[in-house]
């Protein structure tokens, strides 16, 4: 007797993507819009206001806008599958946990709950089985650098 073939996906035509890998790529590309959203806050600022350090402000707004871009490469090579994309989402995520505990703690809720929420939902998220398999890419070409 004969397995039933599990279904390959057609030439030309992408893999359905799991709604994990959506949610995740989805919360990367939002924090990687804010990133940059605040360095054009920061730049801005940097005409219209006297910055107390104006290297330290200048070096900010380079900074937010790199970690920006960081995470829109991020976003869109995890949602296509690349195994090492979960490590810089990992990494940034523990971050933003980082920040947003103390800024809970000092009575500044709402940005902390900005912060923190999404991060723990990534970060349950990496860990599931249909985000391992995506990103691992165990059936098919290998395609994961």
Do not use: C, D
């Not at 996906?9 to 992408?14: F, I, S």
């Not at 490590?87 to 523990?94: D, N």
């Not at 723990?120 to 098919?140: D, K, Y």
């Amino acid at each position: 007797m004969s397995r039933p073939q599990e279904p390959q996906p057609q030439a030309g035509r992408p893999a359905s993507v799991p709604a994990a890998v959506k949610v995740i790529s989805a919360v990367l590309v939002l924090e990687a819009a804010a990133l940059l959203v605040l360095a054009g806050w920061f730049v801005y600022n940097l005409f219209t206001a006297t910055a107390a350090s104006l290297g330290g402000a200048v070096f900010t707004a380079v900074l937010l806008a790199a970690a920006g871009v960081w995470l829109l490469i991020l976003g869109h090579f995890f949602f296509r599958g690349f195994r090492w994309t979960r490590a810089g989402a990992l990494v940034f995520q523990l971050f933003a946990i980082v920040l947003a505990v103390p800024t809970l703690q000092g009575g500044i809720v709402l940005i902390g709950l900005l912060l923190l929420l999404p991060a723990a939902a990534v970060l349950l998220l990496l860990f599931t089985r249909p985000v391992l398999e995506h990103t691992s890419r165990i059936s098919g070409e290998p395609k994961a650098f």
